[in-house]
């Protein structure tokens, strides 16, 4: 066990619609971060989050978007879902200034 | 953007042999890492290296920060069955509020049949 948990860990749904991913960081990481991995691109960062504010912003679509609460756990919202975006999903976290870091298992998202 | 590019893709062990492989990238990074990868898994950090030129090891895995910051290897020595696995390396640069990870593709260690 990592630390970092990841909710829920298998997903299916229809073209069109919305999820959310859930991501609870290790205890005393105050830095979440947010890939996707597919299996023709690998592992794409999508956005960071410090302590509850966006920090960076990689390829993430607009039709995505992420938020940190107060509780430093972590959503990503996915919308419009299509086919491409079937993958899986992780989320990581870090202390402040951490290297390397501490993944979830991640979720695997199935748009059918 | 900064790319990295890993090889081998993929590649076949024995039980004993030693392996490497390599990443190298269109830029410099400050940081440079090493994941393994099982099925099923995330993503668990092996080696981290913060000087050009540093040598790292863990174990059996032996990994290097390249001198011109651009490129980093790992080697296994002896691998056994359980090495299997995607392994990944990724750089990073640390400046202002940003420290994401920049990732290859990844090499996939499969056993020899």
């Known amino acids: 066990d990592s630390g970092v948990t990841q909710t829920p860990k298998h997903l299916i749904t229809a073209t069109g619609q919305r999820v959310t991913l859930r991501c609870s960081p290790r205890s005393g990481d105050l830095s979440v971060y947010w890939y996707q991995q597919s299996l023709d691109q690998g592992l794409q960062f999508l956005i960071q989050?410090?302590?509850?504010?966006?920090?960076a912003k990689g390829n993430i679509l607009e039709r995505f978007s992420a938020q940190q609460f107060p509780d430093l756990h972590s959503e990503l919202n996915l919308s419009s879902l299509e086919l491409g975006d079937s993958a899986l999903y992780f989320c990581?976290?870090?202390?402040?200034?951490?290297?390397?870091?501490?993944f979830g298992s991640g979720t695997r998202l199935t748009v059918v | 953007g900064q790319q990295l590019n890993q090889s081998p893709q993929s590649m076949f062990i024995q039980e004993g042999e030693d392996v490497s492989m390599n990443c190298t990238s269109s830029?410099?990074?400050?940081?440079w890492l090493w994941y393994k990868q099982d099925p099923g898994e995330g993503p668990v950090l092996l080696i981290a290296l913060y000087k050009a030129g540093e040598l790292t090891s863990n174990g059996r895995l032996t990994a290097q920060f390249g001198i011109t910051r651009k490129d980093s290897f790992l080697n296994i020595s002896a691998s056994i069955p359980s090495d299997v696995g995607i392994y990944f390396c990724a750089g990073m640069n640390y400046g202002g509020s940003q420290g994401n990870l920049i990732f290859g593709k990844g090499t996939k260690l499969s056993v020899k049949p």
């Open positions: 989050y410090y302590n509850g504010e966006e920090r």
């Open positions: 830029s410099i990074f400050n940081t």
């Open positions: 990581a976290s870090s202390v402040v200034g951490g290297l390397g870091y501490t």
